[in-house]
């Protein structure tokens, strides 16, 4: 990911068929190429005129909202937030996904959710609760407990001081070619690519970070 503007879509880490069949080609073609694409195009955009945030991070772009000038406020939440979300969203999937129950991760959902089951049932419920776009995201909190969380439209959960683990894109155009109207169906789908690994990793990362 870019650090700062001039702002990037990086190609997928995956070819577009490799998560066939739970997410379909066409899919990840449209919404890795256009509909991120937009968003990177719509962020470089607005801050074409706005020199001062040209050295700005994603992250603090969608983190220091309140400092931002109050005319791009908006489209830079949106698309700040419609990059980071997209290349967390992509990344955070795999053709060859780990199913290890274990690793510090496991044992925090089994910890702070009761089991993993309990964790799914949870995630499902949330992930089926956003109204319109947005998305359902696994998060550590400021006291290192993980928690779910859905977000509306792009924003994003660092925004509040979260640190996001896993996160999946519910809007329509992450799975109505497929799945049509079906969105539980394709969460289930979804929770059959999820990079748990990653997860893992990223876990150990926010961790980390609050202890430093
Ligand atoms: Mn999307």
């Known amino acids: 990911m870019n650090q700062h503007y001039p702002f990037v879509n990086p190609?997928?880490?995956?070819?577009?068929d490799a998560l066939?069949?739970?997410?379909?080609?066409?899919?990840m073609q449209l919404h890795h190429d256009r509909h991120l694409q937009t968003y990177v195009n719509?962020?470089?955009?607005?801050?074409?005129?706005?020199?001062?945030?040209?050295?700005?991070?994603?992250?603090e772009l969608i983190y220091n909202t309140d400092?931002?000038?109050?005319?791009?406020?908006?489209?830079?939440?949106?698309?700040?937030?419609?990059?980071?979300?997209?290349?967390?969203?992509?990344?955070g999937m795999s053709n060859s996904p780990t199913r290890a129950q274990t690793g510090m991760l496991?044992?925090?959902?089994?910890?702070?959710?009761?089991?993993?089951?309990?964790?799914?049932?949870?995630?499902?419920?949330?992930?089926l609760s956003v109204f319109g776009s947005g998305y359902a995201w696994l998060v550590v909190d400021r006291n290192g407990k993980l928690?779910?969380?859905?977000?509306?439209?792009?924003?994003?959960?660092i925004a509040q001081n979260l640190c996001p683990i896993a996160g999946i894109d519910v809007w329509e155009h992450a799975y109505?070619?497929?799945?049509?109207?079906?969105?539980?169906?394709?969460?289930?789908?979804?929770?059959q690519v999820v990079d748990w690994?990653?997860?893992?990793?990223?876990y150990q990362r926010c961790i980390a970070n609050l202890q430093a």
């Open 176 to 191: 109505y070619l497929k799945h049509y109207n079906e969105r539980v169906a394709y969460i289930d789908d979804w929770f």
């Open 11 to 16: 190609p997928l880490p995956y070819a577009y």
């Open 197 to 202: 690994e990653r997860a893992d990793r990223i």
């Open 106 to 127: 496991y044992s925090a959902i089994v910890k702070d959710f009761g089991s993993a089951q309990k964790f799914y049932d949870d995630f499902k419920s949330k992930a």
């Open 67 to 91: 400092q931002l000038p109050e005319g791009v406020r908006q489209p830079i939440r949106n698309n700040a937030g419609g990059v980071y979300n997209h290349i967390f969203y992509f990344n």
């Open 42 to 59: 719509n962020l470089n955009g607005t801050l074409k005129d706005h020199p001062e945030l040209q050295g700005w991070s994603l992250e």
């Open 20 to 27: 066939e069949p739970y997410i379909d080609t066409k899919t």
């Open 147 to 157: 928690q779910i969380i859905t977000s509306a439209n792009q924003d994003n959960p």
